[in-house]
Nanobody, 126 residues
Framework: QVQLVESGGGLVQPGGSLRLSCAVSGVTFSSYTMAWFRQAPGKEREFVAA????????TYADSVKSRLTISRDNAKNTLYLQMTSLNTEDTAVYYC???????????????????WGQGTQVTVSS
């Protein structure tokens, strides 16, 4: 059974930092392209960042470049999202996703990923 379990969300003040984790089981983690998406209230789910199976190549949404960093530890079957300089527009439920053989131009598409976690809430508020 494939499981993706996110953790690390919470309430943080503007300008603060959080690190999200996504523990993956039931698949060969090191073979998968991994990504983070988010969905704010009343909005569609949007791409945040992606990492190829080696972790050597990463892709970011323009809105999060230089503030958010995706990384992975294939030995621990875990994906991370380090978030800094958070602002209220980062408030959303954050989801991790896993997909096989995702080509570069498809990284930002949610339908490129077969497996999803349940999400973790990030709220940025003073």
């Amino acid at each position: 059974q494939v499981q993706l379990v996110e953790s690390g969300g919470g309430l943080v003040q503007p300008g603060g930092s959080l690190r999200l984790s996504c523990a993956v089981s039931g698949v060969t983690f090191s073979s998968y392209t991994m990504a983070w998406f988010r969905q704010a209230p009343g909005k569609e789910r949007e791409f945040v960042a992606a990492s190829t199976w080696t972790g050597d190549s990463t892709t970011y949404a323009d809105s999060v470049k230089s503030r958010l960093t995706i990384s992975r530890d294939n030995a621990k079957n875990t994906l991370y999202l380090q978030m800094t300089s958070l602002n209220t527009e980062d408030t959303a439920v954050y989801y991790c996703a896993a997909g096989l053989l995702v080509i570069e131009r498809a990284l930002i598409r949610s339908n490129s990923y077969k497996h999803w976690g349940q999400g973790t809430q990030v709220t940025v508020s003073s």
